[in-house]
């Protein structure tokens, strides 16, 4: 049986995972690689603060995820596909590796917050 998430460690296990499918997926690597040219060496570490936060409740996390959103969609809008294709890619993510408790707390705070993403970028 696969392992839940327990610590830092297991969150760079997904994140990294998540973001190499992200950077050879045809409708999420233009956004990431080509409108944002995200430098991964910054964005990676921001995002295991990120769930270490969201997950284990650390507080390590300092970022606005809705300005860096917004000033991407004001470039090249988010498309309804590309949100499908995340939040598919990243519970593939969640399942290839965990199973448990917290991987269906990275599940659901992942599709909330897309949620919650998709509605405010819609609304401008
Ligand atoms: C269609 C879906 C999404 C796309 C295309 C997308 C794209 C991006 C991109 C390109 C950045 C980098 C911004 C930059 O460095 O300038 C970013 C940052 C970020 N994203 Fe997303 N994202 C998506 C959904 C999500 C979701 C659902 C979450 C949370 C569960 C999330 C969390 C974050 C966070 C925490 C950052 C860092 C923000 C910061 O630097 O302060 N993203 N996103």
Redesign the pocket.
């Known amino acids: 049986m696969k392992p839940d998430i327990k610590n830092r460690d297991d969150i760079k296990v997904f994140v990294d995972s998540f973001y190499l499918k992200v950077g050879e997926d045809a409708i999420?690597s233009p956004?990431?690689n080509g409108?944002?040219q995200?430098?991964w060496e910054?964005?990676l570490p921001?995002?295991y603060d990120?769930w270490e936060s969201i997950l284990f409740g650390t507080g390590s996390?300092r970022?606005?995820?809705m300005?860096?959103?917004y000033?991407?969609h004001q470039k090249y809008p988010?498309k309804e596909e590309?949100?499908a294709?995340?939040?598919a890619l990243?519970n593939m993510t969640i399942d290839e590796y965990f199973y448990g408790e917290i991987a269906n707390q990275a599940k659901t705070?992942?599709l909330s917050?897309?949620t919650v993403?998709?509605i405010k970028l819609m609304q401008q």
């Open positions: 999420l956004i990431f409108v944002a995200v430098d910054t964005h921001k995002m990120f996390f970022g606005r995820p300005q860096a959103h000033r991407i988010f590309a949100f294709r995340w939040k990243f705070k992942a917050i897309a993403t998709q």
